[in-house]
């Protein structure tokens, strides 16, 4: 068995390089010496160790482990899951901000998570990419907090009217496009816009009637016309028929009409500005029938009145 022993100080090297065996002093063969003199400082507490050894140990055994495992599989990504998730970089917690239209079970089930899933081995921008496939996400950000945690913050789009094509209704963007279907009630207060090519032209019509905010308020529907022009359904359900150039000029003379006779109150089906030269005015069914009757009437007075003559 091997003592250490010396005459001179605990602290020299001399000390570590000769033992004695058998009552005899022996010299340690050079290899030995520097593992020996380590060994002695260790234990005789000279050397301090770094904080977070044991952690870079563990993390560089991992590693190697992986190291093997993929020289002889091949497959790196893999390995990286297994061991690093093994190794408690399973991802545990999801933070989601920013999510007011998607549900965070349909962020989790984009990600993939499985219960597994490493957290060193996630890709942030592949992540990222996913979760933008989302109907309402415009931009998200990624990130992660170890050990075991995902940040994702999310920017959605915003609903900017309802387009209706066919029988379908969708909610779309300011730029006119379409975001999701239609589910519920919770958008009817956005402006519906009614036309195959409705949802392109939102926005631009919208900012021209800025102009008449009075009208714009109480327009029910913009329906868009073989793409060229608009009508109007106003919430008591009369039509104001727009033309395809000229919308100051038809605009003024809805003002002035309905400043002098009131027309949008009274029972009529639509007003039509197509053409620039006249104004004509449609009648509802009983509003046509009254005025026949009106007419009739007139028309016997003025029978009379002749004859009386």
Do not use: C
Request: proline letters at 3%; zero cysteines.
């Amino acid at each position: 068995m091997f003592a250490l022993r010396s005459r001179k100080s605990p602290g020299s090297h001399a000390e570590a390089d000769v033992v004695a065996q058998g009552g005899e002093r022996m010299v340690l063969p050079k290899p030995m010496r520097r593992a020996v003199r380590f060994l002695g400082s260790l234990a005789s507490g000279r050397i301090d160790i770094p904080r977070h050894a044991g952690s870079v140990a563990v993390l560089a055994f991992y590693a190697a482990t992986a190291g093997y495992i993929f020289a002889l599989t091949g497959e790196t990504r893999d390995v990286t899951q297994a061991v690093t998730s093994a190794a408690g970089f399973a991802i545990n917690n999801v933070k989601v901000s920013g999510n007011a239209e998607t549900s965070e079970i349909d962020i989790l089930e984009k990600i993939g998570l499985d219960g597994t899933t490493s957290l060193m081995a996630l890709d942030v921008a592949a992540t990222r990419d996913a979760l933008k496939t989302l109907p309402w996400i415009f931009d998200a950000e990624v990130r992660k907090v170890y050990p075991d945690t995902i940040e994702i913050k999310l920017k959605e789009k915003v609903a900017f009217g309802i387009w209706q094509h066919g029988q379908d209704l969708s909610l779309i963007e300011q730029s006119g496009k379409v975001i999701a279907s239609l589910r519920d009630n919770k958008f009817a207060h956005l402006p519906l816009f009614v036309g195959r090519d409705a949802g392109a032209g939102a926005e631009e019509i919208m900012k021209d009637f800025d102009q008449w905010p009075a009208v714009k308020t109480r327009v029910k529907a913009f329906m868009r016309v073989a793409g060229r022009r608009w009508d109007l359904k106003l919430d008591n359900g009369v039509i104001i028929k727009l033309p395809e150039h000229g919308m100051e000029r038809a605009m003024a003379e809805l003002a002035e009409f309905n400043r002098d006779q009131q027309v949008l109150e009274r029972d009529i089906l639509a007003i039509d500005f197509r053409l620039e030269d006249r104004t004509t005015v449609q009648l509802t069914e009983d509003a046509s029938a009254r005025r026949k009757k009106a007419v009739e009437a007139r028309a016997k007075e003025f029978k009379k009145m002749k004859e009386a003559i």
